[in-house]
């Protein structure tokens, strides 16, 4: 879950983890998810950074950073499940809870409008995530989701979706111990309602439901650094559309480099190099999935994924996730895989454009094929597509290819978190397996 730069959200965080220490039921999931408050306030806030709240929290502390005493593992027994509240919290007045249905084309519709409106903004307002309604119901009903977890506020009168949590189960192994997990995503006010602090309410009432399920540790990612990353990584951005990026202010035209030059310069083959390079479908599957276990088994950090996740993660879906594989020509084993899926951000402002098309990559197999090989096809089957710019964080292999492919680094770091269980020492961004979206 990368935490989203949300304002108003941010103010909320504020007045929770100031004052008096957390209530009882204050546990993993919620202390989780007022971390990710607490980095909105502080991403916009820098005076602001403190850390008091984490340092009473089960997470890795910079004071413990050299204590090769502490075990890998769970910092914190779980909570009693007898002890977890039973009833949901309290809205102000005027206010309702509404479990979403995303089965429901209706209200997916109004949770795309909601967060297409309201949802995250880079500091310049100048892109805003545009989540497509496609997206949502992959991001929120992986396998044995709980449809509970995904919680709106209605306005009690008029019966419109003014706010919004998600949570979604997850198993990550953590080196050899492979752990019940939850994401939390997609926190949303409308920017209406801010002054009404609903975010606190939402981020105790998603941790409740959580807690039911007897799940106690979650892994995310922030912008900003707090005790303590298991590892920090940074976004690469790679052209597809330059002289797009140029025009709406994502990138610019670089010293003594023409507009001409520079589309050359990225200018991509017009279909795949590789024998074999195709598709995924359905029959891939459990290829696929011997495959991508095989490779992630040499990572500390990774998901633990079956058949049914790959079938739900990585089967291709048109704007959502998109897969590709080598075949080989000859023995028709599936030796090589590749995947990124669509983030589109609307561009604000602009005279000339309304969506930024961005491909993300998401996991890359590469065994008999070069990896930067493998790459560079997924880049022409995006430029196909229409994707405006192709983006990749530095885990895994990912920097054998960065910069032999024209990748730029972006200009932030993206810090990786397991709340409630205990990596000694850290990673390197090369020893994570995890992408989250």
């Not at 900003?224 to 790679?238: A, F, G, K, N, Q």
């Not at 895989?337 to 609307?346: A, E, G, K, Q």
Request: charged share 25%; net charge neutral; aromatic share 10%.
């Amino acid at each position: 879950m990368a935490a989203p730069n949300n304002n108003d959200a941010a103010s909320a965080s504020a007045s929770t983890s100031e004052g008096a220490p957390a209530a009882p039921e204050d546990t993993s999931i919620e202390a989780l998810a007022r971390r990710v408050q607490e980095h909105m306030t502080l991403a916009n806030n820098p005076s602001a950074r403190r850390h008091k709240f984490w340092e009473t929290q089960p997470v890795g502390q910079f004071r413990d950073a050299a204590d090769v005493s502490l075990p890998d593992g769970a910092i914190e027994p779980p909570t009693p499940l007898s002890e977890v509240r039973a009833d949901p919290y309290p809205l102000p007045a005027a206010f309702e809870w509404f479990t979403c249905d995303l089965d429901d084309d209706a209200l997916l519709a109004d949770l795309y409008a909601l967060l297409a409106h309201n949802y995250v903004e880079d500091d310049e307002n100048m892109f805003r995530f545009n989540y497509s309604p496609a997206f949502l119901r992959w991001a929120l009903r992986p396998p044995s989701f709980f449809r509970a977890w995904h919680i709106g506020v209605r306005a009690t009168e008029s019966k419109k979706l003014v706010a919004f949590i998600s949570g979604v189960p997850a198993r990550i192994r953590a080196r050899d111990d492979v752990v019940r997990m939850a994401e939390i995503n997609f926190l949303c006010v409308h920017k209406k309602l801010r002054s009404k602090r609903l975010a606190p309410v939402l981020i105790r009432e998603v941790t409740r439901r959580v807690h039911q399920e007897n799940i106690w540790q979650a892994a995310y990612t922030a912008g900003v650094v707090l005790p303590t990353p298991i590892t920090t990584c940074r976004y690469w951005h790679r052209s597809l559309n330059p002289k797009k990026l140029i025009d709406v202010g994502f990138s610019r035209l670089g010293p003594r480099m023409t507009m001409s030059r520079t589309v050359r310069l990225y200018k991509l083959p017009d279909a795949p190099l590789t024998p074999g390079f195709r598709q995924m479908e359905l029959r891939d599957v459990a290829p696929v999935t011997r495959l991508l276990r095989a490779y992630l088994a040499r990572y500390v950090v990774a998901p633990d994924f079956d058949e049914l996740d790959v079938e739900h993660w990585l089967l291709p879906q048109e704007d959502v996730v998109d897969s590709y594989l080598v075949e080989s020509p000859e023995t028709h084993e599936i030796t090589d895989f590749c995947s990124f899926y669509t983030l589109p951000s609307s561009v604000l402002n602009n005279p000339n454009y309304s969506t930024l098309k961005a491909a993300y990559s998401y996991y890359n197999v590469a065994v008999k094929t070069p990896l930067q090989q493998l790459m560079n096809d997924a880049l022409i089957v995006a430029k196909q597509k229409n994707y405006d710019v192709f983006n990749a964080l530095d885990v895994m292999e990912n920097e054998a290819f960065l910069k032999e492919l024209k990748f730029g680094p972006g200009d932030g770091q993206l810090h990786y978190y397991l709340y409630n269980y205990r990596i000694r020492n850290g990673i390197k961004p090369s020893e994570l397996g995890l992408v989250l979206l």
